[in-house]
């Protein structure tokens, strides 16, 4: 078969894969048992009041990073920044609320220079 335009660069698959059937484990499943699996752990070797520190910690630390998850996540053009702020200033508050504004606002479109 000839390809009318050689420049084009579509490949035509004539036999796509099939459907997938069955139980895919998600992203969420994953964590949730490990975190279970660390709870029971954690609460045999340690107990419950190093369990519920720990716990804590671990909560704190997910909200704490949290806007430069948001960054990263929505391929901002700046998450960098975004990170860096968040790791550098969000011990202030005042660093934390400007990385999660930025990191939520829509970036504005890049104007094109005039020809």
């Known amino acids: 078969m000839t390809d009318p335009d050689p420049g084009s660069r579509q490949t035509f698959n004539p036999d796509p894969a099939p459907p997938r059937r069955g139980y895919r484990v998600t992203t969420i ?5 490990g975190v279970f699996t660390t709870i ?13 520190r720990a716990i804590g910690w671990s909560l704190a630390t997910i909200a704490y990073m949290a806007p ?15 990170v860096g702020i968040n790791i550098l200033f969000g011990w202030t508050g ?11 606002r829509q970036p504005s479109p890049v104007e094109k220079p005039a020809d």
Not at 94 to 104: D, K, N, P, T
Request: proline share 2%.
């Open 94 to 104: 005042v660093g934390w609320i400007a990385s999660l504004v930025w990191a939520l």
């Open 29 to 33: 499943e994953l964590v949730g048992q």
């Open 68 to 82: 430069a998850a948001i960054a990263i996540r929505r391929s901002h053009p700046k998450r960098g920044a975004i």
């Open 40 to 52: 029971v752990l954690l609460r045999l070797w340690k107990g419950w009041d190093f369990t519920l």
